[in-house]
Nanobody, 117 residues
Framework: QVQLVESGGGLVQPGGSLRLSCAAS????????MGWYRQAPGKQRELVAV???????NYAESVKGRFTISRDVAKNTVALQMNSLKPEDTAVYYC???????????WGQGTQVTVSS
C-alpha cells in the first residue's frame, strides 16, 4: 500500500503563487509516476501535471507556462509550483501515484486551493 499526504493549499489572490507538496510512504518501490489532479465544484477531476521516474513531465494545456512540477525520486516527494494563479484554478488538488504495471492509482486526501480577490 502507498499513502500520500499533500500540503501547501490555501487562499491566494489572482496573480499570486502557491506551492503544493506531496510525500509518499509505504510500498514506494512500486511507484512509477507521480502527479497532481484537481477537481472544481461541479466539474470532473482533471490531470494538472505528471512526472515520471525518468524525468519526463506533462501538463494540462490550461496550466502550461504557469505551473511547474518537480519530483524527487530519492525522497519520494513531488511538488507543484503554481504561479500567475487565476480564479479558474480554484479546486481541490490531489496528489497521485501510479503503479503502471498493475494499473493502480493511489490518491491523497486533497488540499484546497482558492484563488480570489
Amino acid at each position: 500500500q502507498v499513502q500520500l499526504v499533500e500540503s501547501g493549499g490555501g487562499l491566494v489572490q489572482p496573480g499570486g503563487s502557491l506551492r503544493l507538496s506531496c510525500a509518499a510512504s509505504g510500498s514506494i518501490f512500486s511507484i512509477n509516476a507521480m502527479g497532481w489532479y484537481r477537481q472544481a465544484p461541479g466539474k470532473q477531476r482533471e490531470l494538472v501535471a505528471v512526472a515520471t521516474m525518468g524525468g519526463g513531465t506533462n501538463y494540462a494545456e490550461s496550466v502550461k507556462g504557469r505551473f511547474t512540477i518537480s519530483r524527487d525520486v530519492a525522497k519520494n516527494t513531488v511538488a507543484l509550483q503554481m504561479n500567475s494563479l487565476k480564479p479558474e484554478d480554484t479546486a481541490v488538488y490531489y496528489c497521485n501515484a501510479k503503479r503502471l504495471a498493475v494499473r493502480i492509482d493511489y490518491w491523497g486526501q486533497g488540499t484546497q486551493v482558492t484563488v480570489s480577490s
